[in-house]
């Protein structure tokens, strides 16, 4: 384990933090779990800590694709960028989410 990479706290598997198309890596690309722990992206400044399993996906007018993450502990919901490397078999698998 090193500061470049997190160990995903659902499925366990090792995780390097940069990746293509996203600067701040906020979920996991395997199981797309992300966590709660930031109120502005990237700040780390939320206490809760809970796991945020991905409920969804919705398109922006755009087109971009956009993972919708509720977490398990609070409720929040948050929608996430998909990363360059993000696990493309499990966001098909995802509901689209007309709105939330
Ligand atoms: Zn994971
Ligand atoms: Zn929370």
């Not at 690309?29 to 945020?52: A, N, T």
């Not at 960028?81 to 509901?95: I, M, N, Q, T, W």
């Amino acid at each position: 384990m090193n500061k470049n990479s997190f160990e995903c706290e659902n499925c366990g598997k090792e995780v390097p933090k940069a990746s293509f198309g996203t600067r701040n890596r906020n979920h996991c690309p395997y199981c797309l779990y992300s966590l709660h722990v930031d109120i502005k992206p990237g700040d780390r400044g939320s206490k809760c800590g809970g796991k945020m399993p991905p409920v969804g996906k919705m398109y922006k007018p755009d087109g971009e694709e956009v993972l919708v993450h509720k977490c398990g502990k609070c409720g929040l919901t948050r929608k996430n960028r998909v990363a360059g490397d993000d696990s493309y078999e499990e966001v098909a698998k995802l509901p689209i989410l007309e709105y939330f």
